[in-house]
């Protein structure tokens, strides 16, 4: 299943990209959508940043997928590559458990459609191989991270404005 989002931020790409890869704005995103990250590896160069993190939801998975799959909640690693210059993220998504059977993977662009205005574009497509639930499972997947981005940017919206605050 296909998944494309996108919203208007009121700042210069650079600013928004630097902002989304600071670590303390990072932990208020994992807080606010009720997650935990254990960064697995890190390396970076003038070009590149390649990260490897593991998340685990707060969330309980519904009972008839937690039964399926064996646990009551979901940890999945994230692979992100991003690309310094070019204001892009690629992401895959490997569930702890199923990770045979359920993909996911996209990007993450920032572009700059004004002096001071930038869309973030977050486009991905998930994958549940699973007899009788997989469609399902996309469908919650993709919701759950449309849900998520939706947070994510009004958040990011009350972020951008700090500096302004305090002045």
């Known amino acids: 299943m296909k998944m494309h989002i996108r919203h208007r931020f009121d700042c210069s790409a650079q600013r928004l ?22 960064l697995l590896s890190e390396r970076k160069t003038a070009r590149e940043l390649t990260r490897k993190i593991r998340f685990t939801p707060d969330k309980m998975l519904p009972p008839a997928m937690a039964r399926a799959v064996g646990r009551d909640k979901m940890t999945y690693v994230q692979e992100q ?9 690629f992401w895959t998504v490997v569930p702890d458990v199923m990770g045979d059977r359920v993909r996911s993977k996209g990007d993450f662009l920032l572009r700059a459609v004004g002096p001071e ?12 191989s ?15 991270i449309e849900k998520g981005y939706e947070r994510t940017a009004e958040l990011t919206r009350e972020w951008l404005l700090k500096p302004f605050l305090k002045a």
């Open 17 to 38: 990209w630097d902002l989304v890869l600071d670590a303390d704005y990072q932990d208020a995103v994992d807080k606010q959508s009720g997650l935990s990250r254990e």
């Open 130 to 144: 699973i007899p009788l639930m997989g469609s399902r499972v996309e469908k919650l997947v993709v919701a759950d």
């Open 117 to 128: 205005q930038v869309e973030r574009i977050v486009s991905g497509e998930i994958t549940a």
């Open 81 to 89: 590559r991003w690309k310094l210059n070019e204001l892009k993220m």
